[in-house]
Structures are given as C-alpha cells and as structure tokens.
C-alpha cells in the first residue's frame, strides 16, 4: 500500500522543538521530492520545507530559515523544528511529488502524488 505516514506532533512550549517523521510505504522517497506543509485553524495550507529525492536540495519558507532543517534517512524523512512559537501550531502534512523541484512544491498549488493524514502541533505554555 502507497502511503504516507507523519509522526513527532504534540504539544511543546515556546522555545521548544520538535522533530516530525514522514515515513513512506510503497515507493521510494529518493524518486520523489518529499514536502512538509502546515494548516492552522482558519488558514490556507502552506508549504514549510521540502527535499528533493537526491536529498541534496532544500528549500524552506521564510518563516523557518535558520531554526528547522530537513533531511531524509532511508525512507522517511524527517523535519526538525527549533525556538518554536505559538504561531507554528497547525496540522502538519508531508506529501510527495516525482516532478516538482522543492521550490515549486513548496509554492503550493499543485497536485501532488501523495499525501499524508497529517500530526498536529501545537505551541502553548
């Protein structure tokens, strides 16, 4: 069975970290650009990270530069958030596409092949 699998939400405190899994059954991750994307209450998803199957290029939106990195180990890929603030609480979603480079994936708007149900995070003292 074809899926995606997101595990590592929870609740934390501002400040906090978290390291979100996105396991993947039924295809190889390294043929496709695997992508986090988020969803809090009232707002559009949006992209948060994104690897390509190589792994060896990365994009993450602006709201993460310098305190998240993505990366992959074997088949599940993994995204690391650090100094997390209120405002990160969403549901978090990993899905997979074979022909989007990470910048386009990330820009939203596009099919992807994959998805996954999601885990929530929230931020909160």
């Known amino acids: 069975q074809l899926q995606l699998v997101e595990s590592g939400g929870g609740l934390v405190q501002p400040g906090g970290s978290l390291r979100l899994s996105c396991a993947a059954s039924?295809?190889?991750?390294?043929?496709?650009?695997i992508g986090w994307f988020r969803q809090a209450p009232g707002k559009t998803r949006e992209g948060v990270s994104c690897?390509?199957?190589?792994?060896?290029s990365m994009h993450y939106a602006d709201s993460m530069k310098g305190r998240s990195t993505i990366f992959r180990d074997k088949n599940t890929v993994f995204l690391q958030v650090n100094n997390l603030k209120p405002e990160d609480t969403a549901d978090y979603f990993c899905?997979?596409?074979?022909?989007?480079?990470?910048?386009?994936?990330?820009?939203?708007?596009?099919?992807?092949?994959?998805w996954g149900k999601g885990t929530l995070v929230t931020v909160s003292s």
């Open positions: 899905a997979a596409n074979k022909d989007l480079g990470p910048l386009r994936m990330c820009a939203g708007g596009y099919d992807m092949d994959y």
């Open positions: 039924g295809f190889a991750v390294d043929s496709y650009t």
């Open positions: 690897i390509s199957g190589s792994g060896l």
